[in-house]
């Protein structure tokens, strides 16, 4: 019976051992097999899913054998590990071992997507809408339904958003992207705020926000930006209206066509700084940083008007007589096609005559001297 036992039990180590040892070859081959692939494409792993999910959908779709295999692998070897929502780049040749190392570092595909200086709101969401790797939740939805999606209630959306390019994996939602611009602006201002110069005319750290996005879109050098914040500040300092025109495009929305009117300066809107005293009631446009140091650090000295010269760059005056002169030799004196921009389609109703130039921080010219505007519209920024 001894003898009987012995043999038994030498046997059923050898199968076992046999069993073990083809179990350890079972395991090997199925994680060397290559994917089933014949060229490089993405897997995508949705928010919720599991390994074993993953493990049959892919050997349904014909790209692996043996996912019972692979799932008591992952049971023994990798349980607890988490697998990262994402899309993961698969190639020929790629093996289900290295598939699992991807996933276990997370290396999931990133994309991106740039929010540009000076851009409104509404572009702002025009480009989270086009882009097809991001989850869309905000379609159909008004400007005030995607801020309280967003958990900032009563906010005004414009210029509360940093612009920067934002890096995010396949599913990442929309709500989620604007939540990360959100908080960086507010993290940038806060920090620009905390470092602001001494007697500067803002109640508080939104009205420089407003005040940034003005510098924002007057600049077409960034050397400037500290003049013309400067230029800004003095007129409020003044009590001068600071006249600038991208309020009044701003506060026409989409009646405005590439050139505004003298009748267009007159029309008083809450963003016409032509027809009222101080900072327009929110921000016009997305700003960097740069805009948001120049309008909290704003260059010294005396001048209170500038005028564009039609390469980007400004002239700076001190008084008036100065800047009409200025005004006369670089926007009434330019052939009447001039543009720093390309012409839109639409042009002003007949009638109607153009108004000073953009870019022009003081009066317009009489009634009788007309010059083609030359700020393209928001969309074109």
Known sequence: ???????????????????????????????????????????????????NRMFYRMQTDGLLDDAVW???????????????TGEYRITPGMTVGQLFDAWR?????????????????????????????????????????????????????EGRFFPDTYRFVRGMSDVELLQQAYMRLDEVLAKEWAARSEGLPY??????LIMASLVEKETG???????????????????????TDPTVIYGMGERYNGRITRADLRAPTPYNTYTM??????????????????????????????????????????????????????????????????APQAQPGAGEAPAAAPDAAGPAPADDQTVPAETPAPEQQ
């Open 1 to 51: 019976m001894r003898r009987k036992f012995l043999l038994l039990l030498e046997m059923g180590l050898i199968l076992a051992g046999l069993a073990l040892g083809w179990s350890a070859w079972k395991v090997y081959s199925v994680l060397e097999q290559p994917l089933q692939v014949a060229q490089e494409r993405m897997l995508d792993v949705p928010a919720g899913a599991t390994p």
């Open 70 to 84: 692979l799932r008591l692998y992952w049971r023994f070897n990798m349980a607890g590990t988490p697998l990262h």
């Open 105 to 157: 570092r997370g290396d999931v595909v990133q994309y991106n997507i740039t929010l540009v200086e000076g851009w409104t709101f509404r572009q702002v969401r025009a480009a989270v809408a086009r882009h097809e790797k991001l989850g869309h939740t905000l379609d159909g939805l008004s400007d005030a339904e995607v801020m309280d999606k967003l958990g900032h209630t009563g906010v005004h959306p």
């Open 203 to 208: 109640r508080d750290p939104y009205q420089a």
């Open 221 to 243: 050098v960034p050397q400037e930006r500290g003049q013309i914040a400067g230029v800004f500040v003095r007129r409020l300092r003044l009590g001068m209206m600071l006249q």
């Open 277 to 342: 005293s101080g900072l327009p009631p929110t921000p016009i446009a997305m700003v960097g940083r740069e805009a948001i140091h120049a309008a909290l650090n704003p260059s010294d000295g005396t001048s209170l008007y500038f005028v564009a010269r039609g390469d980007g760059s400004h002239v700076f005056s001190d008084d008036l007589d100065d800047h009409n002169s200025a005004v006369r030799e670089f926007q009434l004196k330019r052939r009447a096609d001039y543009r720093s921009s390309p």
